[in-house]
């Protein structure tokens, strides 16, 4: 007992708080069995998506003080004043980008000599990240969409995912329901966009590949997908090459533009950065051909690739209006608006089936790696390592000397 490693799932603290864990229960379960020489205390918290009860129940230890932990598992940022000096905490610390709301905390890391494992720099040999949350992302946010379609033109009605105990309880929400012949254009080729396309689905919205689709009217609900490749060519030759695009994304150009002509509700899951041309611009939404009546932002970058994101909206208020001649936020649901669903944290709405999702990885490709002496992987997403910035992390030196504010 006395030899074994100590791992806590701490409470989260960050307002508003975030009701995910890094593992469920049953995970708990399956790890002390599976590595018998580990032992996970899991901090109460009333507002976890799994009740203390549940932890209880499956013979988890709750304890309020973790600090005989050797790792601590979190999901957001951790408050300064809540870290334990000297451990080993493994969360999203939103630092890599030198983020100023975060400057504090990894200052109060430096001090504590805490060694900090981000999840967002864990990665796979070929540099894909491990970690994620885009597939919920991706379910919540395409339901959320069509049910912004659905009460903006009064033709159908979908409850809201939150209400739903976990994913099987909005499967079984879709029973029976017929939609209208609506067409849809999804963006993207990772997670958000796989979790966009298992709604679809679910829902048995056609596929129709983006030639057709541009041309042709439907009787029944279709989607239609574009990848990057579809989306941007160069803007001299017309190529596309994805390692070109990712270094050179300011000599390509976007060519959504024959979408919003042709489609009702666009669900946007393609990564964005300032340097890569936005999906339309402003002026696009004067024009009287604009069709689309509903956008589903689920990359939710502010004026980023959707040039009517005015900003976040929330889980309790998802959908806001955008009016077409001058971009002025508004109610949703009116007659001439685009109405935006904006949600930064889609995730939450669905935390049981998210944080599950998000154990599973976790305990294929980074437990085992997280108690060996030294992994490559692990040191490669190691931020600091008791109290110092590591190798790859020295960037942040400025950052984390205080000099930028
Ligand atoms: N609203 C929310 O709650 C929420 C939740 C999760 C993710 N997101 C956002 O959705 C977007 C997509 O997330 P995802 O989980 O599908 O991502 P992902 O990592 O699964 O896929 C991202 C895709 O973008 C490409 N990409 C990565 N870096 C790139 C670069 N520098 N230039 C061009 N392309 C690049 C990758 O090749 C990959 O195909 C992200 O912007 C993410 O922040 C939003």
Redesign the pocket.
Known sequence: MENKIHIGLIREEKQPHDNRVAFTPRQCQWIMHHFPGTQIYVQPSPLRCFSDSEYEKAGITLQEDLSHCTFLLGIKEVPADKLIPGKTYLFFSHTKKKQPHNQHMLQTILEKKITLVDYECLVHPDG??IL????F??IV?AHNGLMAYGEKTRSFHFKRVHTCHDFQELISHYFGIKLPPIKIVIT??????AGALEIMGLLGIKYIPPEEYLINTYSYPVYTQLK?GELYLRRDDKTYS?SD??AH?EAYECRFLPYVTVSDVLMN?????EN?APLFHANDLKKDNFRIRVIAD????TNGSVPCNLGDSTIEDPVYGVTKDNMEQTAPYLPDTVDMMC?????NELPRDASQYFGDQLMKYVFEALLQPDNEMIRNATITANGTLTGRFKYLEDYAKGDLT
């Open positions: 894909q990240r994620g949350f885009g597939f992302a991706g946010g993207g080729s990772g997670r958000v966009a990057a994805r695009f990712h994304p899951g393609i990564y964005w950065d890569i689920i990359t939710d970058d949600v930064s944290n889609l995730p």
